[in-house]
Nanobody, 123 residues
Framework: QVQLVQSGGGLVQAGGSLTLSCEAS????????MGWFRQAPGKEREFVAA????????AYAVSVEGRFTISRDNAKNTVYLRMNSLKPEDTAVYYC????????????????WGQGTQVTVSS
């Protein structure tokens, strides 16, 4: 069974930093592209960042580019999202997701999803 287990969410003050982790099992991790999405109450799920299999390339939403960094450690089957200079508008439930090989930005194109973790940025 494929499982994506997330950790690292929480409450942080505006301007602070937070790192999310997502550990995958039950799939050939190095052959999958990984993505991060977020969803705030009453809003659609939003693409945040994605990383391809090695040699890795990355993609970011305009709203987070320059502040967030996605990375992966294939030896640990884990993808990370480092979030710097957090803003209240970053508050959402964050989800990691996996799909074969290539980066895509549409949530419907990802096959597997983590359980989600709350990130709350206070003013």
């Amino acid at each position: 069974q494929v499982q994506l287990v997330q950790s690292g969410g929480g409450l942080v003050q505006a301007g602070g930093s937070l790192t999310l982790s997502c550990e995958a099992s039950g799939l050939p991790f190095s052959g999958y592209a990984m993505g991060w999405f977020r969803q705030a109450p009453g809003k659609e799920r939003e693409f945040v960042a994605a990383i391809s299999r090695a040699p890795a390339s990355t993609a970011y939403a305009v709203s987070v580019e320059g502040r967030f960094t996605i990375s992966r450690d294939n030896a640990k089957n884990t993808v990370y999202l480092r979030m710097n200079s957090l803003k209240p508008e970053d508050t959402a439930v964050y989800y990691c997701a996996a799909r074969p090989t290539t980066i895509m930005m549409g949530a419907a194109l990802y096959d597997h999803w983590g359980q989600g973790t709350q990130v709350t940025v206070s003013s």
